[in-house]
């Protein structure tokens, strides 16, 4: 760890159905010196949340406007369809985008999917959030298109959801402002993207000073050993041409 990192604490922004826990359990083991902060805010916030400055990095949504932004996808979340356990759709184990042309659906205004046309009916009015949708599904007022992770989430008793494989999926990814892309950044993008704790691709290169530290601890081990007298065999010699355990010259080197 660089003196800049030591005391500093790394902010990582997710949303509703996004669990970083995984992710920051690594982090935990290979930089426990570097606390880490996770700020849940609604997926349509991430983005300006990076762009002020109040998070590191985040995961989103996609899609976002990219400008000044770095992301890599992560993956792609299957949509379902959360309806009351009555509702007749739970009869099919997939329901389809047409199956729900005469059904209300709620659209609410923190819809984690990007639609080119919205499927069903327009139902009566648009919740604010995920979570006043599923209270208004259970209420048996119409259903509610979501990644399968908020499904999960706003899971209750009295619901189910069926998956809808036609219908446009969510994708997750990773962003942060380029201009920012600091180690311990790279230290983050290392963990999401599996690479060992011994990578040298999951961070920015050492600076001159850490270098000479790291040459410097390889050279001693190899110093010692130079030092050994050799203990024969076919291979090369650890000890240079010089005075051996009977005082006499070794040969000169022609």
Known sequence: MTHEESGRVFRLAYPPGVTPAKWVSVWAERLPEVPLTLVAVPAAEVEGLLRSGGADAGFVRLPVDRDGLSVIPLYVE????????????TAADEVTV????????FHPLDDAIEWTARPGLPAFERPATTADAVQLVAGGAGLLLVPQSLARLHDRRDLTYRPVPDAPESQVALAWLTNETTDLVEDFIGIVRGRTANSS???????????????????????RQAGKPSQGGSGSRAVPAGRGKSGKKGRRPR
Request: net charge positive; aromatic share 0%; no cysteine.
């Open 201 to 223: 691709r999951g961070r920015t290169p050492a600076s001159p000073v850490e270098k000479q530290v790291q040459k410097q601890a390889v050279q001693k081990p190899a110093r």
């Open 78 to 89: 299957t949509t379902v369809v959360v309806v009351p356990k009555d509702h007749a759709v």
């Open 98 to 105: 047409a199956d729900l042309a005469d059904e209300e659906v």
